[in-house]
């Protein structure tokens, strides 16, 4: 039988993404609290901030998460009462999405939990290696992310 050493470790760029994501998961798990929100969760609540009653086309938009996702995730932060959706008056087919107060103090109390794990993650890396690291994370995510059409990347 082998004994594991780091040699003997899946090194696929595939494996290894899905492991880093897991390791992050963790820390952000472990580090958010009471708060209780996922990465997902966290991102989609930052982007709502960050943006002017926005629909959830946009939130698509600026986070990357699928349609059907995203749509699940606002349901379920609408039940917890983090976010209030409600019809535009430009267009009564479109929602906004906007947080509640209550949503407000969720993300402020998670932003040190995103904060002190993107500093633990970034710290296996020697600091002039964090922005080129970061860099080739995004160039990945737009090289492979389905385009409107369904297909992934671009070609």
């Not at 580090?31 to 629909?55: D, F, K």
């Not at 959830?56 to 039940?79: F, H, K, N, P, Y």
């Not at 995510?141 to 385009?147: F, G, I, K, L, N």
């Amino acid at each position: 039988m082998k004994h594991d050493t780091s040699s003997d470790r899946i090194s696929s760029a595939l494996h290894l993404l899905h492991r880093a994501g897991q390791c992050a998961d963790e820390l952000f798990a472990l580090r958010v609290g009471e708060a209780g929100l996922t990465p997902r969760q966290y991102a989609v609540m930052t982007a709502i901030a960050n943006s002017e009653e926005p629909s959830q086309t946009t939130l698509v938009e600026r986070t990357g998460i699928d349609r059907s996702t995203m749509a699940d995730i606002v349901r379920r932060l609408t039940a917890r009462g983090l976010v209030q959706r409600r019809r535009t008056r430009r267009d009564a087919r479109r929602y906004a999405v906007r947080l509640t107060d209550k949503g407000e103090g969720a993300l402020r109390q998670a932003e040190p939990a995103a904060r002190s794990t993107d500093e633990r993650i970034l710290s296996a890396l020697a600091p002039t290696q964090r922005d080129a690291f970061l860099r080739s994370l995004s160039k990945i995510v737009s090289a492979v992310e389905p385009d409107d059409t369904g297909r992934n990347g671009r070609g």
